[in-house]
Antibody, heavy 120, light 107 residues
Framework: QVQLVESGGGVVQPGRSLRLSCAASGFTFSNYAIHWVRQAPGKGLEWVAVISYDGTYKDHADSVKGRFTISRDNSKNTMYLEMNSLRLEDTAVYLC?????????????WGQGTLVTVSS | DIQMTQSPSTLSASVGDRVTVSCRANQSFSSWLAWYQQRPGKAPKLLIY???NLAGGVPSRFSGSGSETEFTLTISSLQPDDFATYYCQQYKSHPYTFGQGTKLEIK
């Protein structure tokens, strides 16, 4: 069955860095775009970034542009989110989600998320 | 950016009720809209895509309608499993944006 498993979350001080991973199984990873979405405690969903099936197209939300970078390694069925210069407002559960295309496509499977807490 | 506004924010209903959640956009985007269900501590689940298409395995009591700027999610007869939070999302253009969510509570 389709599975997306996030890891790498934790507690980090403002200004520091963290790398999240999203490991996929149960489907042909290299055929799908993958998105990161975050959810601050008790809040709604906020789209963060997308990467195309082959990694040639990437886009990031303005709130993280220049600080976060999405990437993928199709040989490892894994996608990453490199987060630098973390801020208090980046505290959230980070979820990865699969989409049939990087444009105009719904998110058909989601992971459970990994919690990132930015705190001094 | 396309802004999505859901109403109501909270909805109290009983098992067997018919409920409707609305989602309004500040600009038109045809039918590139999805609805997701999220239970506490769980991953969101796709219910509806392209505004009115039922995702695989989703019960037929869920339905979606609308286009351009006005969309609706309807649950025809609430079941205990349906008490959750529901989000609409436009995926016409990046940044993909979500509504603020509608929490469906047991009356």
């Amino acid at each position: 069955q389709v599975q997306l498993v996030e890891s790498g979350g934790g507690v980090v001080q403002p200004g520091r860095s963290l790398r999240l991973s999203c490991a996929a199984s149960g489907f042909t990873f290299s055929n799908y775009a993958i998105h990161w979405v975050r959810q601050a405690p008790g809040k709604g969903l906020e789209w963060v970034a997308v990467i195309s099936y082959d990694g040639t197209y990437k886009d990031h939300a303005d709130s993280v542009k220049g600080r976060f970078t999405i990437s993928r390694d199709n040989s490892k069925n894994t996608m990453y989110l490199e987060m630098n210069s973390l801020r208090l407002e980046d505290t959230a559960v980070y979820l990865c989600a699969r989409a049939p295309s990087s444009r105009a496509a719904q998110f058909d499977y989601w992971g459970q998320g990994t919690l990132v807490t930015v705190s001094s | 950016d396309i802004q999505m506004t859901q109403s109501p924010s909270t909805l109290s209903a009983s098992v067997g009720d018919r409920v409707t959640v609305s989602c309004r956009a500040n600009q038109s985007f045809s039918s590139w809209l999805a609805w997701y269900q999220q239970r506490p501590g769980k991953a969101p689940k796709l219910l509806i895509y392209r505004a009115s298409n039922l995702a695989g395995g989703v019960p037929s009591r869920f339905s979606g309608s609308g286009s351009e700027t006005e969309f609706t999610l309807t649950i025809s007869s609430l079941q205990p499993d349906d008490f959750a939070t529901y989000y609409c999302q436009q995926y016409k253009s990046h940044p993909y944006t979500f509504g603020q969510g509608t929490k469906l509570e047991i009356k």
